[in-house]
């Protein structure tokens, strides 16, 4: 077994502002993934890493950066926090790319004051 | 592409009734089918999931999901649900055209009365 660890669990900032949130996994997994859930909407896949050195741009990538630091983390940047948004973003690993499974983390609640 | 729907955005029954939460998917092909269930303050966790061969599947916890072809579709059900089952319930589909992108449906809230 493994887990996903999320930092941090809420994350409030200001319009405008640069927010970071991490992501760790000790699964060994090859594969992960960064969501953001709406209330309403469903999971929407913003950014994806299907090995250790890459990076490709999911659904809802505009507004975002990522960062796959090594295997086992992986980092989520909100370039210019928007006022009102509030989302949870879920991190999720995969044994790699063929393989359907997602194990998810607990998520970071973001608010925008 | 593939888009999911689950046309019940909440469900609400009383301990011990049966349950079916409804999913239909649209894909041309037969995808990859999963449901997942995320409990507050959570993430998500998989319930079971569909690849091929028998259409129902078990699950954890007493579920079950029977995928149709001829209907798209990949119903959950429990025979008698707990008040604890009250979490929000996420359809999922996966093309299976190696790639490990899943796209999910908005979700259902189901709250048990106890």
């Known amino acids: 077994g493994g887990i996903i660890t999320q930092t941090p669990k809420f994350l409030i900032g200001q319009e405008g502002q640069k927010l970071t949130l991490k992501c760790q996994q000790n699964?060994?997994?090859?594969?992960m993934y960064w969501y953001r859930q709406d209330s309403g909407k469903g999971l929407r896949l913003i950014y994806y890493s299907i090995t250790e050195n890459d990076l490709q741009k999911g659904d809802l990538s505009e507004g975002y950066d990522a960062s796959r630091e090594k295997k086992s983390s992986f980092s989520l940047t909100v370039t210019s926090a928007q006022k009102n948004e509030m989302a949870v973003f879920l991190c999720?690993?995969?044994?790699?790319?063929?393989?359907?499974?997602?194990?998810f983390g607990p998520g970071t609640r973001l608010t925008v004051l | 592409a593939q888009s999911v729907t689950q046309p019940d955005a909440r469900v609400t029954v009383s301990e011990g009734a049966s349950l079916q939460l409804r999913c239909k998917y649209s894909?041309?092909?037969?995808?990859?089918l999963f449901w997942y269930v995320q409990y507050p303050r959570q993430g998500l966790q998989l319930l079971l999931k569909y690849y091929s061969g028998d259409p129902v599947v078990q699950g954890v916890n007493g579920f079950e999901a029977e995928f149709s072809k001829s209907n798209s579709s990949f119903h959950l059900r429990k025979a008698s649900v707990h008040w604890s089952d009250s979490a929000v319930y996420f359809c999922a589909v996966n093309t299976g055209a190696n790639t490990g992108k899943l796209t999910f449906g908005h979700g259902t809230i189901l709250r048990v009365h106890p």
């Open positions: 699964f060994n997994h090859d594969t």
């Open positions: 894909y041309s092909a037969t995808p990859y």
């Open positions: 999720a690993s995969s044994r790699d790319w063929g393989s359907y499974e997602q194990y």
